[in-house]
């Protein structure tokens, strides 16, 4: 896997970078951001720890900054090198959402602990999307009563807060009791599973959505959607760009997909692990 990563920086480029720049670019990205294929096999196996390793022609895969990868649940290792073996003759780092995630929670660039990502994550909670209103035009004033109230009305029950919306530039204010309680239940998450749900928040630019999201209270489509409604709003009145729009939109739902998936096989791994530790 060496070999992989030192082909990775020949275009002056890490492989971090590869994988980060498709939120920057469309599809035609240019051929110095794409590599060949150099592998033909991928493989899975148990290492020390009982971790799971991913290979590349019996070479262990490797993170951007040099450490083995291994991850704790078998589903999750069997998904990334299903990322990789669905390669075809180009690699494009940049759909690998699984394995970037996995090389963020291993390598941690940032050096933040779990704390640190509870804190930035409560931050969306001040902007939420489905908090915010608009007081015209009419016909959208509506769609976002009859979408969003019903989420927000489902989260309120489910953890026994307030939250509420407003239409003022400020937004709504957030009961200290409402932080308090998500943030003890961000507490109940690992590591892992708190950089997978932090990257779900990110896309749809929620906590509430995703919140709903890994309860299975929304699926992808109608999580990605509600993010979406004042766009999808304009969208129906005014017509879309071509394909850029339905481009965009399934980028949206392909990430937030494999953020979601992420914490729910990371939480599994963690769970499975405390079970055995106690017994």
């Not at 920086?9 to 051929?31: T, Y």
């Not at 937030?256 to 963690?270: D, I, N, Q, R």
Request: glycine share 6%.
């Amino acid at each position: 896997m060496e070999m992989c990563l030192v082909a990775a920086h020949d275009d002056g480029l890490s492989m971090n970078g590869l994988q980060n720049v498709h939120a920057q670019l469309s599809m035609a990205l240019p051929i110095s951001l794409k590599r060949k294929k150099f592998y033909q096999d991928v493989s899975i196996s148990q290492g020390e720890g009982g971790l799971f390793e991913v290979s590349l022609d019996r070479r262990k895969l490797k993170t951007p900054g040099g450490k083995l990868f291994a991850v704790a649940s078998e589903p999750l290792a069997i998904a990334v090198a299903t990322e990789w073996d669905s390669q075809k003759d180009t690699l494009k780092f940049y759909t690998m959402h699984l394995t970037t995630l996995c090389n963020t929670a291993i390598d941690n660039p940032t050096q933040r602990n779990k704390e640190q990502i509870i804190t930035a994550t409560l931050k969306y909670l001040e902007t939420d999307t489905v908090c915010y209103r608009v007081e015209e035009p009419q016909g959208l004033v509506e769609l976002q009563k009859n979408e969003w109230d019903p989420v927000i009305q489902w989260i309120e029950k489910r953890y026994d807060v307030e939250i509420g919306s407003s239409s003022s530039i400020a937004g709504p204010t957030i009961p200290q009791k409402t932080r308090d309680t998500f943030s003890q239940h961000l507490a109940s998450y690992g590591f892992w599973a708190l950089t997978g749900l932090e990257f779900v928040i990110t896309q749809l630019k929620s906590v509430v959505l995703p919140f709903a999201l890994i309860d299975r209270h929304l699926t992808v489509e109608k999580a990605v959607l509600l993010s979406r409604l004042e766009e999808e709003y304009q969208i129906q009145r005014w017509g879309s760009v071509e394909w850029a729009h339905d481009y965009d939109c399934q980028e949206l739902r392909s990430r937030t997909a494999a953020g979601t998936l992420f914490v729910h096989l990371c939480s599994e791994a963690s769970t499975i692990k405390q079970k055995l530790l106690q017994g």
